[in-house]
Structures are given as structure tokens and as C-alpha cells.
């Protein structure tokens, strides 16, 4: 699973490799973690980078979920996830579900990242791993998001007279998953799942393709690397430059 990833290139850096603009200012990040805000770009809006709540709260769904991941090989039959998957809402296409930051949409993101954790059960406890690309340089996670607009509704005498509504932009929620698949060589002997790790020329296609399964294969493992961290990762109030700095194999 993807559970915790960093995220520590500048704003510049990540703009120009994305070919995107942060919609508000950006900091290095060390520690991110599920139900905060996180940098995505949506296939809504494919030239912002925005910040959209991690923990996927299906359109259909009562209470959040929080669903912080969803598994490669089920994402097109699942409830939680086919509408988003297919960048439908309901049975419509996405034209009829509100235009660019209107109403209700499902669709796909990539979740920008330059690294993501992973923990090994040791003698000792569990040993955080930082997982990575050698260079450290910025990928694409591929995800999946919602929006949920609630219904516009009235209430006591306000019903009757034109008074004010109960719902605005205060409830309105947007949520994103991260795709998981099979582990690289890399991962392997981490964890029996990994993030979907997209290739560069596999990102815009991940946000217009009708069905691009076929990209969310494991990404080759030969160019990364594994190393532990220290134990204080596993705090996610902790959010700090040393978080990422390799440590002896035991727990720290």
C-alpha cells in the first residue's frame, strides 16, 4: 500500500516538470500523510497543481471513507472507484457533471511525489524504508478524485420566503486515492503492494485516455532505491528535513 510520501522538490522545479502552476504557494514536505491537502493535478484542471484532501469519499457514500488507496486490478469494477475511473458521475459523462471547479465530478489526478515510505516488520519493530529514484527527482502517483456537492436545500420559514440555502462552497469536499499494483524488485521485499509509479509520457494519458490500464503496471524497480529512515516518520505531526536521511537498518 502507499500510506505516507514526501514530496521535498522546490515549487519551481516541480512547475516546470509538470508543466503546471501551483494554484497557492508551495513548501518541501517530508511526511505526508492521509486527510491532509495534497499537491494533485486533476484531469478537471490539467495546467494547475491544487491541493485536494487525501482519503477518497465516494460520491455515493453516506460518511468519508477515507479511502487512501485502490488496487490497480479493481478500480474499473469497484463502486468506490468505476465512476472515477471511468470520469463518470452517476451513469453521465463528465460534460454533465458541472464544468471546470463547478459541480459534482469523477475523474483521475496524478499525485505529485519524489518518494513514499513503506515499514518492515524487524526483531526490533518496525523499520521505516524510504523508497525513491537515486537522482530523488519528482514522479507522477496515479490517482483517482472526487468532488461532492451537497443538495442546495431550505429550511423552517426561510422555505417558504426565498431565505437562505443550507449548502455552499464551505461543503464542498474533494478527495483523492492513490492506485497501487504489483511490487517492483525495489519494493519487493518491503511490502507486497506499491504505488502506481506513472512514466513521464504515461501522465497525460493516465488523465485522457478512455481505458489506460495498461499503464499501471510497476514501474522498473532498477533506477531506485530503498533505504531506512529514522522511526520518527511514523508521527505524522513530524514533518522535517531529517525524516529523510538514511539510518543504521535497526529502529532508530
Known sequence: MCGRYTLVVDQEELEERFEATFAEPFSPRYNLAPSQRLPVITDERPGTIRRIEWGLDPAWADDADGLINARAETIDRKPSFRDAYRRRRGGRSREDTGGPDGGPWAGRCLVLADG?????????????????????????????????????????????????????????????????????????????????????????????????RELLAPIDGAEMRAYPVSTAVNDPAVDEPSLIEPVDGGVS
Not at 121 to 149: C, I, N, S
Not at 169 to 192: K, Q
Open 116 to 212: 513514499f515510505y513503506e515499514w518492515v516488520e524487524t526483531e526490533h519493530g518496525k523499520q521505516p524504508y524510504r523508497v525513491a529514484f537515486a537522482d530523488d527527482r519528482p514522479f507522477a502517483m496515479a490517482g483517482l478524485w472526487e468532488r461532492r456537492v451537497p443538495e442546495t436545500t431550505q429550511t423552517g420559514l426561510d422555505a417558504f420566503g426565498g431565505g437562505a440555502d443550507v449548502g455552499g462552497p464551505a461543503d464542498v469536499r474533494e478527495t483523492f486515492t492513490v492506485v497501487t499494483t504489483e511490487p517492483n524488485d525495489a519494493v519487493a521485499d518491503l511490502h507486497h503492494r506499491m504505488a502506481v509509479v506513472l512514466e513521464p509520457d504515461g501522465e497525460r494519458r493516465w488523465l485522457t485516455d478512455d481505458d489506460p
